[in-house]
């Protein structure tokens, strides 16, 4: 398999698609459960809770990028991700979930901004996107752990990113987490 290093797209699903898979599921599965996800550790989070993640700065514009918000600005040092998922109590449709992003450019940002996804023109920001509609738009970017690692022993640790499109970022061949925060919060 022969990977274009200069294609963002590509160079996302590297460095966060497992991460991406993983945030999917777990949305899916609060979304058409009972609400209760099951961790690895045998410990159960209810449908209201909170999960955080957290890595470098750079690693930000992966996740911005990959919900097509990135404005070509650079991530400051403790910038940060929050991912809001609105909706009814479950077990429902995708649909009547909404998925909201908002962006902190680092420690002297109190408050930061929402940002409007491609998938939803013209809504607001604060009113996020439903979560069907992300879903698909987060789709190209998944990867399972068994792909990554197939990919990875198929690349060459040679290739860098030409295209400068996010920040000069070069894969780095390990999996990844970013300063992401996701909510779930019920109407």
């Not at 990977?3 to 899916?28: D, M, P, Q, Y």
Request: net charge negative; charged share 20%; aromatic share 10%.
């Amino acid at each position: 398999m022969q990977l274009k290093s200069n294609s963002t797209n590509e160079l996302i699903k590297i460095e966060i698609g497992v991460f991406l898979k993983a945030f999917v599921e777990h949305l899916e599965t609060i979304a058409g459960g009972d609400g209760s996800v099951k961790l690895k550790n045998g410990r159960i989070l209810q449908p209201r809770h909170f999960m955080s993640y957290s890595a470098h700065d750079a690693h930000v514009s992966y996740i911005l990028g990959a919900m097509g918000v990135l404005k070509f600005e650079k991530v400051p040092y403790a910038g940060a991700v929050l991912l809001d998922l609105i909706g009814p109590d479950p077990p429902s449709s995708l649909g009547n979930y909404r998925l909201r992003i908002r962006y902190k450019q680092g420690y002297s940002d109190e408050i930061g901004e929402y940002r409007t996804l491609p998938s939803c023109p013209g809504q607001e920001e604060i009113e996020g996107c439903p979560l069907n509609l992300v879903l698909q738009h987060l789709e190209p970017f998944l990867l399972d752990a068994e792909e990554y690692f197939k990919l990875c022993s198929e690349l060459s640790h040679n290739v860098t990113d030409s295209s400068n499109d996010l920040q000069g970022a070069r894969p780095n061949w390990r999996l990844v987490c970013f300063a992401c925060v996701f909510f779930l919060c019920s109407n």
